[in-house]
């Protein structure tokens, strides 16, 4: 079975610091990973995805965030936060396997506070 | 291109009560997924449809129910309302086509009195 630990609950920072929101991930096939975000009262926005090649992916809005298939990990990165990154972001996976199903496992959230 | 549209956007309903919420997807997605919001137990998978047919479940209860019409819309039914209830239900819709990027509605707030 798939599973997804997003290893801090809440990470604060200071604005224009760097930042980094760690998730690991338990599957025994190749999966899919996403990272998605969620401002206050409102649903889940894809902030980027990990389907296959290049194992760093990019956001348009300077997030990062690396497949490391060996540690079985999919960390999420800016060099430098704004206040508006203040949200809280969930990692996802899913799997080939399931027969592209829109099942995905999210952890638990992390709730990124970016302080003046 | 409108996104994935769900009503009502909040609601207030009594224990044993039951409750329907709507959910739109983006024009030309088949496959529509149901997820549940709890500050205990977070995002959990409820259901999927694709083609009007349910083609995946996770583990609630039977009083959970959905269905999906021919224009892809689709509806989730809670019935016997509980406490515990009280939720964020997300909708999310996808091409069903390649890997399952979903793209999630702002959702409907349900709050069990």
């Known amino acids: 079975a798939q599973s997804v630990t997003q290893l801090d609950s809440q990470v604060p920072v200071f604005e224009e610091a760097p930042v980094e929101l760690r998730c690991n991930y338990s599957s025994s096939v190749s999966v899919y990973l996403f990272w998605y975000v969620q401002y206050p009262n409102q649903g889940l926005q894809l902030l980027l995805k990990y389907l296959s090649g290049s194992t760093l992916v990019e956001s348009i809005n300077g997030f990062e965030a690396e497949f490391n298939k060996s540690q079985t990990s999919f960390h999420l990165r800016k060099p430098s936060v704004h206040i508006s990154d203040t949200a809280e972001y969930f990692c996802?996976?899913?799997?080939?396997?399931?027969?592209?199903?829109?099942?995905?496992?999210f952890g638990q959230g992390t709730t990124l506070q970016v302080k003046p | 291109k409108a996104g994935v549209t769900q009503t009502p956007r909040y609601l207030i309903k009594t224990r044993g009560q039951q409750v329907t919420l709507s959910c739109s997807p983006i024009s030309g997605h088949r496959s529509v997924s149901w997820y549940q919001q709890t500050p205990g137990q977070g995002l959990q998978f409820l259901f999927e449809?694709?083609?009007?047919?349910?083609?995946n479940k996770g583990n609630f209860p039977g009083r959970f129910s959905g269905r999906q019409f021919s224009n892809s819309r689709s509806e989730m039914n809670v019935s016997t309302l509980e406490l515990g209830d009280s939720a964020l239900y997300l909708c999310?819709?996808?091409?069903?086509?390649?890997?399952?990027?979903?793209?999630f509605g702002a959702g409907s707030r349900l709050t069990v009195l």
């Open positions: 999310a819709s996808s091409s069903a086509s390649g890997a399952n990027v979903l793209t």
């Open positions: 449809y694709f083609s009007e047919t349910q083609r």
């Open positions: 996802a996976v899913s799997g080939p396997l399931s027969g592209n199903t829109g099942k995905l496992i």
